[in-house]
């Protein structure tokens, strides 16, 4: 049975909720709350949460459901994940979000329109469905995922087209850490407008 998502972004399908360590990019180190919305067509082979590309498992919730137990934490600080965020209007839940003084950062590949009222957005581009311009010039970092070495170039393609204030960091893939890790390391050194972002909370053992 397929649900319908409204136009109107009062209910998104809801993969899961947590409140835990920012583990990548620019924040790492804050405590936040992650909502994770289900649903991706993006196909990013490695992918390290598959599970949230078929909206259908995951259940449509209301927006106000979600807020409720956003302002349950300490730290006023929400992070809008997925899946991919933006295939949704996220203009409802962000507004609630801050009308109740939560920050709202999102993580997105940019493939979709800019919805929203961002405090931060984290744009991690995808070769397999590329960013749209208004993300690229909203993004307070780039976070490119490195996979192999022709990357580094794609990644200084992406940096030409961020504002001026954009973070530039180099994230790299989890399955292939070990190989390109040691790159990255290279390369920042020579290319030191890059930073380095790990994804701590899997060394963490924090979700
Ligand atoms: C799962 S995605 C969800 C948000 C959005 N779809 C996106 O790609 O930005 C969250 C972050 O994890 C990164 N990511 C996903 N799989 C990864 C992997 N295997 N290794 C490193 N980073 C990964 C993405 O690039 C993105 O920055
Ligand atoms: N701790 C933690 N930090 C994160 N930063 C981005 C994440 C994501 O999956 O979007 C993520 C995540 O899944 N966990
Ligand atoms: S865009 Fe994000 S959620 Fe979608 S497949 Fe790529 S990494 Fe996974
Ligand atoms: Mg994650």
Same mark, same amino acid.
């Given at each position: 049975?397929?649900?319908?998502?409204?136009?109107?972004?009062?209910? %998104?399908?809801?993969?899961?909720?947590?409140?835990?360590?920012?583990?990548?990019?620019?924040?790492?180190?804050?405590?936040?709350?992650?909502?994770?919305?289900?649903?991706?067509?993006?196909? @990013?082979?490695?992918?390290?949460?598959?599970?949230?590309?078929?909206?259908?498992?995951?259940?449509?919730?209301?927006?106000?459901?979600?807020?409720?137990?956003?302002?349950?934490?300490?730290?006023?600080?929400?992070?809008?994940?997925?899946?991919?965020?933006?295939?949704?209007?996220?203009?409802?839940?962000?507004?609630?979000?801050?009308?109740?003084?939560?920050?709202?950062?999102?993580?997105?590949?940019?493939?979709?329109?800019?919805?929203?009222?961002?405090?931060?957005?984290?744009?991690?581009?995808?070769?397999?469905?590329?960013?749209?311009?208004?993300?690229?010039?909203?993004?307070?970092?780039?976070?490119?995922?490195?996979?192999?070495?022709?990357?580094?170039?794609?990644?200084?393609?992406?940096?030409?087209?961020?504002?001026?204030? @954009?973070? %530039?960091? %180099?994230?790299?893939?989890?399955?292939?850490?070990?190989?390109?890790?040691?790159?990255?390391?290279?390369?920042?050194?020579?290319?030191?407008?890059?930073?380095?972002?790990?994804?701590?909370?899997?060394? %963490?053992?924090?979700?």
């Amino acid at each position: 049975m397929s649900h319908q998502v409204p136009e109107n972004g009062t209910k %998104l399908p809801l993969m899961e909720e947590f409140y835990t360590i920012q583990g990548e990019g620019f924040h790492t180190g804050k405590a936040a709350y992650f909502i994770r919305l289900g649903g991706c067509d993006v196909g @990013c082979h490695w992918c390290d949460v598959k599970e949230s590309w078929d909206a259908e498992l995951h259940p449509l919730t209301d927006a106000e459901t979600i807020v409720e137990n956003a302002k349950k934490h300490p730290a006023k600080t929400v992070v809008i994940t997925g899946g991919e965020p933006l295939i949704y209007n996220l203009d409802y839940l962000t507004k609630r979000l801050k009308e109740e003084g939560i920050r709202t950062f999102i993580e997105t590949s940019g493939a979709y329109p800019l919805s929203g009222t961002w405090d931060w957005i984290c744009l991690s581009p995808k070769k397999f469905k590329g960013p749209k311009t208004e993300v690229l010039e909203a993004a307070g970092e780039l976070k490119v995922i490195v996979f192999n070495k022709s990357d580094f170039k794609w990644a200084e393609e992406h940096a030409s087209q961020v504002g001026p204030n @954009c973070k %530039l960091y %180099l994230q790299p893939e989890w399955s292939k850490a070990n190989e390109i890790t040691p790159l990255i390391i290279e390369y920042v050194k020579d290319n030191p407008h890059w930073d380095i972002s790990l994804q701590t909370h899997k060394f %963490l053992n924090i979700p």
